[in-house]
């Protein structure tokens, strides 16, 4: 069984930073393009940021200034720095896997920015 395990969230003042995890396990994430989405409450689920296999990333314009995705496939570990945090910030940030058939998610972290 896949399971995509988020971690980092939290409480964050505007201005900070945060680094999300998103660990898995029953896969090796090295050959898929992995992904950061976010939603809100009343909101469908928002692309952030994602990286292919090779590396090449790509990013929503509002955040792309300011965030960094990237993967340790040693750890088979996907990552996402967000820095400069802002309230509208604030969501549940899930991670996924695509593959050619399937998208798998996370749980999600909660991400509050909030002074």
């Known amino acids: 069984q896949v399971l995509l395990e988020e971690s980092g969230g939290g409480l964050v003042q505007p201005g900070g930073s945060l680094r999300l995890s998103c660990t898995a396990s029953?896969?090796?994430?090295?050959?898929?393009?992995m992904g950061w989405f976010r939603q809100t409450p009343g909101s469908g689920r928002e692309f952030v940021a994602q990286i292919t296999r090779s590396g090449y990333t790509h990013y929503e314009d509002s955040i792309k200034d300011r965030t960094i995705i990237s993967r340790d496939n040693a750890k088979n570990t996907l990552y996402l720095q967000m820095n400069s945090l802002q309230p509208e910030d604030s969501a549940v940030y899930y991670c996924a896997l695509f593959d050619a058939m399937t998208t798998t998610w996370g749980q999600g972290t909660q991400v509050t920015v909030s002074s």
């Open positions: 029953g896969i090796t994430l090295s050959p898929y393009t």
